[in-house]
């Protein structure tokens, strides 16, 4: 899946626009990044934890030249770490079903509350059309 994607897919979910799930998407990742950026830690329960790690220098091998040793310099890397849900997840093979049924009473309760706006307005549509 690619970011394309995702925001069709969280769009559909949610019933919100694909440039509002756009929008949220891009503030999170760079939102993410920020923090990293910084040196902060990111827990999102149940999915995982994003952080930044620090890799030591060591020697290395030239590929095109193996006899050829290099110094591979100490560097900050980012790293994700997978919670407890997710794992869980991944492993079953299917979602989690809480989130599905949160996504499914929004829609529900979305449609209801759309009906009630279009049966209110049709009435007063009537009124008008007599006088």
Not at 47 to 75: C, D, L, M, W
Not at 90 to 96: D, E, I, L, R, T
Request: charged residues 30%; proline residues 5%.
């Amino acid at each position: 899946m690619n970011k394309a994607e995702l925001i069709e897919a969280v769009a559909e979910q949610t019933g919100l626009a694909k440039s509002q799930v756009d929008d949220a998407i891009k503030a999170v990742l760079a939102t993410i990044t920020t923090e990293l950026s910084k040196g902060n830690k990111i827990t999102l329960v149940g999915f995982g934890t994003f952080e930044r790690r620090k890799r030591k220098g060591r020697i290395g091998v030239n590929p095109q030249n193996p006899s050829q040793k290099i110094k591979i310099p100490a560097k900050n890397a980012p790293a994700f770490s997978a919670g407890s849900e997710l794992k869980a997840a991944v492993q079953s093979g299917k979602a989690p079903k809480l989130a599905a049924k949160k996504v499914a009473a929004k829609k529900a309760a979305a449609k209801k509350a759309t009906a009630k706006k279009a049966a209110a307005k049709k009435p007063a549509a009537k009124k008008k059309a007599k006088r």
